[in-house]
């Protein structure tokens, strides 16, 4: 018998709303640290992105513009997919400009504003459906799938990069609730630790089929808000609270049904197979990281859009940049935190690309201020990863501004 795949339009549409009604202070929030990038030297190019720049401040501010236009028409439903669109391009410029603003929410927006772009979003139920009166429309249940897969994918792999001996142990829970004089911290911390292991392993499942079961709306309402109102992390505990309306329209389908209707409906057009490589990357890319020896957290290699949500907790005890000019019998050390923001010097210390990349521009830096060709760039980072012994991160020995930084497999001048 054929599964008739039509259901009301009504919770893709709150989703939709909440979702870019909650971008409004996500973009707000951001840009100011892009302005700020006027007081830096530098910028911190992801890889491949160098092209992708501040350029002016007038830039930012149209941009931050159509960001702001996109997430209205978006959350209103005027022009949904154009609106989506809109804020993608946008949004995604200004977050992939400088890598000290990397943030996993910033990532996940982008790809529910893709998502937006290329589903029917256009038929869900817009503010002059609701002025007109005209909400019984429906949409094919095939438009809730891609959101809930791409949920599920963000809390399973959130559950699998927690299961590490740090988090294990408690860290850097420990730290959070000793700071806060918080009664039994080190109790507190392990059952903090693996609340977190259990909910995301388990949300990314049960949600498909019990999503008003009292076990999975306490939990779920318990966990986002005391991560809203205790992390201060921003709109991300409020938008996985608003995918719960996608998992409730999902769940008056079995999996086989889920299942028959993709198959069926599957027609190799430009749009399917494109939806089909996003989640194929979506799968694959965070695994990269198993191509890479010792612990990411420490070397922080195939770290990146992998899903990695406060795990861990650095200090620097020593941390120094020096550059050696041989023909000219000068060494000195670079005072680098005027170089940057600060913004840019917190999440430069502990994360070797970062310092790679700075100990490129103190290179060329001085072979021009000096005119030699003999310019040698070290570092020196002595780090502590959630409070254990602190050990050098970067061998201070290598010439930096001679080495290459691979993404896809171990860098030598990284200690394990």
Known sequence: ???????????????????????????????????????????????????????????????????????????????????????????????????????????????????????????????????????????????????????????????????????LEGYPMRIFTTSRNYPYPHVLAYVMSYIGILFDGSMAFVLWRKPKAWYVVIPLLVFHLTNYFVFNIGSFPLVMLATWFIYLSLSTFSFGQLYQLVKNNFRFSARQLLIALFFAFQIIFPLRFLLMDGNVAWHRQGYYFSWRMMLNSSEAKYFQFFVDIPDKNYKYAVDFQKLLTYQQYFYTYNDPYFIWSLAQKLHKDAQKKYGSKQVKVTAKATISLNQHAAKDLINDTVNLAQMPYYLYHNNSFINK
Request: with cysteine; aromatic share 16%.
């Open 1 to 167: 018998m054929e599964i008739n795949s039509a259901v009301s339009a009504t919770n893709f549409s709150l989703f939709r709303f909440l979702f870019g009604m909650l971008m409004i202070p996500e973009i707000i929030y951001l840009v100011p640290f892009l302005h700020d990038l006027s007081n830096s030297t530098f910028v911190f190019h992801y890889p491949y992105l160098s092209i992708i720049e501040a350029y002016s401040h007038t830039l930012l501010t149209v941009l931050e513009g159509i960001a702001l236009i996109g997430a209205i028409l978006l959350a209103l439903g005027i022009l949904a997919r154009v609106g989506a669109l809109m804020f993608l391009v946008s949004f995604g410029y200004l977050f992939l400009i400088d890598m000290s603003n990397y943030n996993n929410h910033y990532y996940l927006w982008c790809l529910l504003a893709f998502l937006f772009a290329v589903v029917d979003t256009h038929q869900s139920i817009s503010i002059i459906d609701v002025i007109k009166r005209r909400t019984n429309k429906k949409m094919s249940i095939l438009n809730y799938v891609p959101f809930a897969l791409m949920v599920s994918i963000v809390y399973f792999y959130g559950a699998v990069v927690k299961i590490n001996p740090d988090w």
